[in-house]
């Protein structure tokens, strides 16, 4: 299948150990894997037999951190690394060739992270009752991000995507579900890699705090709070992984 253009169609994150890895999530979030078309570097995530989230093997050498990052649908990977340019955010990797599309992977002028992807997709889709995850930027100035998102993924041009400016947030909707939403409080200069501008990739589970303590058990670092705003669905905890990988849990609603 095609993705919807302009709102994410998936979630990846880049570790240093993918055993490691696959177990911590196996354990947290009761994940199953299989290798993907890109190789044994490389797996898929699954629950119920639903594609989740990707997870794939840094090569040797690269030591980045390990970061949750979304990745939008696009109708031209080569326009929308164009317009990432001229807007004055950084383009870290790509176009490339990968499968049987292509990806770029940049980030924002103020630092987080983002991928984008042209092509055919997994099934894998925001805004809906079961979706895998939720999205939320956390940036420093929000009507800017607003502008800078709408410009690179072409918001009002594409149908079906509506874009309502809030007091204090912005959500982004795709044929009336919400897509994504931005909101303030990163801190470019915090010490605390939780506070920067970033992604943030809400996974949803049915008892937050047995998560939790299966994260800890696993290896998992010290929970946070979340704040409230943050959290339309209910309670929830920022969870750092092993690898130091960020990503938060939030209580499904029954």
Do not use: K
């Given at each position: 299948?095609?993705?919807?253009?302009?709102?994410?169609?998936?979630?990846?994150?880049?570790?240093?150990?993918?055993?490691?890895?696959?177990?911590?999530?196996?354990?947290?979030?009761?994940w199953e894997f299989r290798t993907s078309s890109l190789g044994s570097g490389f797996l898929v995530a699954s629950v119920g037999g639903r594609p989740v989230a990707g997870i794939g093997e840094r090569r040797p050498g690269l030591a980045p951190p390990s970061v949750w990052t979304p990745y939008f649908a696009v109708r031209d990977a080569t326009l929308t690394a164009a317009r990432i340019r001229?807007?004055?955010?950084?383009?870290?990797?790509?176009?490339?060739?990968?499968g049987e599309g292509r990806?770029?992977?940049?980030?924002?002028?103020d630092g987080a992270a983002f991928g984008f992807w042209e092509g055919p997709g997994l099934?894998?889709?925001?805004?809906?009752?079961s979706a895998p995850a939720r999205l939320d930027l956390q940036t420093r100035d929000v009507f800017e991000a607003a502008v800078f998102y709408g410009e690179?993924?072409?918001?009002?041009?594409?149908?079906?995507?509506?874009?309502?400016?809030?007091?204090?947030?912005?959500?982004?909707?795709?044929?009336?579900?919400?897509a994504l939403s931005l909101r303030g409080g990163g801190v470019?200069?915090?010490?605390?890699?939780?506070?920067?501008?970033?992604?943030?990739?809400?996974?949803?589970?049915?008892?937050?705090?047995?998560?939790?303590a299966t994260a800890m058990g696993a290896g998992g670092g010290k929970p946070q709070m979340a704040s409230s705003a943050w959290s339309p669905d209910g309670f929830s905890r920022v969870l750092q992984d092993p690898g130091g990988g960020l990503f938060t849990l939030t209580q499904r609603r029954t």
């Open positions: 299948m095609v993705p919807a253009p302009g709102i994410p169609c998936w979630v990846n994150l880049m570790v240093g150990d993918l055993r490691a890895a696959q177990a911590f999530y196996a354990a947290v979030l009761g001229e807007r004055g955010a950084t383009l870290a990797v790509g176009p490339v060739a990968l990806a770029g992977l940049a980030a924002d002028r099934a894998w889709s925001v805004g809906e009752e690179v993924f072409g918001w009002a041009d594409e149908p079906g995507i509506d874009v309502a400016y809030r007091r204090d947030h912005v959500l982004v909707e795709r044929d009336g579900r919400p470019q200069t915090s010490a605390q890699p939780q506070s920067r501008p970033r992604w943030l990739v809400n996974f949803a589970v049915d008892d937050v705090e047995r998560a939790v």
